[in-house]
């Protein structure tokens, strides 16, 4: 099952709201980055970068909102225009 660590700040939530519209069946994990959990060697290992969100994908880990929305979108085939570049601007 897809792991999702986050914290309620606006760009997590992005990939929560995705989450959520798809039905994928997913974990949540929350990282409470005012207690600094953000930099906690577990947390580390999954996002050198220390920053929520995150997922963890079976073998696959994808950390920033934008890398995992994209992710998502292609996964599920949800929420993507057509592949090209005028229609992505669109």
């Known amino acids: 099952?897809?792991?999702?660590?986050?914290?309620?700040?606006?760009?997590?939530?992005k990939v929560a709201l995705f989450l959520e519209e798809t039905g994928l069946p997913y974990e949540p994990i929350p990282i409470d980055t005012r207690k600094g959990?953000?930099?906690?060697?577990?947390f580390l290992a999954i996002n050198p970068?220390?920053?929520v969100p995150a997922i963890v994908d079976g073998d696959v880990t994808v950390f920033d909102s934008n890398a995992i929305l994209l992710y998502?979108?292609?996964?599920?085939e949800k929420f993507l225009p057509d592949n090209e570049p005028k229609a992505r601007g669109e």
């Open 49 to 51: 970068n220390a920053k």
């Open 72 to 76: 998502l979108a292609e996964k599920t």
């Open 37 to 42: 959990e953000q930099h906690r060697p577990e």
């Open 1 to 13: 099952m897809l792991k999702f660590y986050y914290s309620g700040a606006p760009n997590p939530m």
